[in-house]
């Protein structure tokens, strides 16, 4: 019997010593950091999740569609502007983009581009 009092008096005393898990703080600026970014990493990464999962390229039927040929130093921008003839050529360079399936405004020469047919320079 003095054995197990004599064990539950050493567990008690290691029990009183061991110290609370404390922290400094400067762990405590690194813990949180470190938090935040894993939590701005899971954000972006579902971000472009739905993203991804949203884009949907509708290219319609080109039957029909006038066509340019992209040449050396063309942008769709110059394109737009040439097609609109004055008016503005935003929505005409948004066209082109949904027409040919562009996610961005990079062309490469000798690729060809419809056009909507409805813009003034084909009047």
């Known amino acids: 019997m003095a054995r197990w009092r004599e064990r539950r008096a050493l567990a008690r005393v290691r029990r009183r010593s061991a110290p609370p898990l404390r922290l400094t703080r400067r762990g405590r600026v690194v813990l949180v950091a470190v938090v935040a970014l894993l939590s ?6 579902g971000t472009r999740a739905v993203g991804q999962a949203a884009v949907q390229v509708v290219v319609t039927s080109h039957v029909g569609l006038p066509w340019v040929e992209v040449r050396e130093g063309d942008t769709l921008w110059a394109i737009g ?3 609109s003839q004055g008016d503005d050529p935003g929505p005409v360079v948004e066209e082109i983009k949904r027409l040919n399936g562009l996610s961005g405004s990079l062309i490469r020469p ?13 009047r």
């Open 110 to 122: 000798g690729t060809r581009l419809y056009v909507p047919s409805d813009t003034a320079a084909l």
């Open 40 to 45: 701005l990493g899971g954000f972006w990464l």
């Open 81 to 83: 502007e040439a097609l």
